[in-house]
């Protein structure tokens, strides 16, 4: 009877353990990054879903060359794939994130905790998404933050502390949300919500502007807050 019970635990655990989860397929490769101005190592990666939407990373394939190591990735990129929801746990495998790209997969939300488990990010790259909202202290946990990519998603809420605890800031890009076009109803308006949110290439000397864009950023939840008006 007792050994009856194990052995349905044993088959079930492994059932759990190899039907859950997500398992990322990785082509490793080093690349000369402009924006670090330095070579770096990379997995190219492809998530292999067990089951619908779920997007933890419960495996991560090995790199084939031994001198090569997990640890050494510093850049993780997933594209073109329709995932949902933005993939977890992948700090359990690549210590030290410096850029994510997760495009054109169908992410639909985004938040602080997801964020937390990557302090050293200087990139998120996650353009051609679905995302809607931009909440509050999203990137408190990231304050090494430069470039930030939102293209072609669908905001239509920013918060006046959105942008909360970033401390090196370069670029933001807003470019093609649909969600903007909506709440901005005039082409003055929309460009102008455009112009102002798109803020390339920003450098040390041009922090004014900086300053000018968050302050109106903070005037414009007023304009354009939670409800469509
Ligand atoms: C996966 O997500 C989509 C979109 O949110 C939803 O329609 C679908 O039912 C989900 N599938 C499962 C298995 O939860
Ligand atoms: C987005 O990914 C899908 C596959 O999921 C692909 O068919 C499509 O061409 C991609 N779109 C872009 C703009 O890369
Ligand atoms: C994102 O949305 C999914 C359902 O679509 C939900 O299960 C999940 O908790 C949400 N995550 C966050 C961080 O809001």
Redesign the pocket.
């Known amino acids: 009877m007792i050994q009856q019970i194990l052995f349905i635990l044993l088959v079930s655990s492994f059932f759990w353990i190899y039907t859950n989860g997500a398992i990322l397929n990785c082509d490793y490769s080093e690349h000369y990054n402009e924006k670090l101005n330095k070579h770096l190592y990379q997995c190219k990666g492809e998530l292999l879903q067990l089951?619908?939407?779920d997007t933890i990373i419960k495996s991560v394939t090995k790199p084939s060359n031994r001198q090569s190591s997990m640890s050494y990735v510093v850049e993780l990129i997933i594209e073109n794939q329709n995932l949902?929801r933005f993939p977890s746990d992948a700090e359990n495998f690549f210590e030290e994130l410096k850029f994510i790209t997760v495009k054109n997969a169908s992410i639909?939300n985004i938040s602080n905790e997801i964020l937390k488990a990557f302090p050293s990010l200087v990139e998120l790259d996650l353009s051609i998404n679905q995302i809607s909202v931009i909440p509050k202290d999203l990137f408190i946990y990231n304050e090494n933050l430069q470039f930030i990519y939102f293209a072609e998603n669908r905001i239509n809420f920013l918060s006046p502390e959105s942008f909360d605890g970033l401390k090196s800031l370069k670029v933001i890009d807003f470019m093609k949300n649909t969600g903007i076009n909506e709440i901005a109803s005039t082409p003055d308006e929309i460009s102008y919500f455009k112009i102002k949110l798109l803020v390339k290439n920003l450098e040390k000397r041009q922090t004014e502007t900086m300053e000018k864009m968050f302050i109106w950023l903070a005037k414009c939840e007023f304009k354009f807050g939670s409800s469509a008006h």
């Open positions: 089951n619908e939407n949902i639909k």
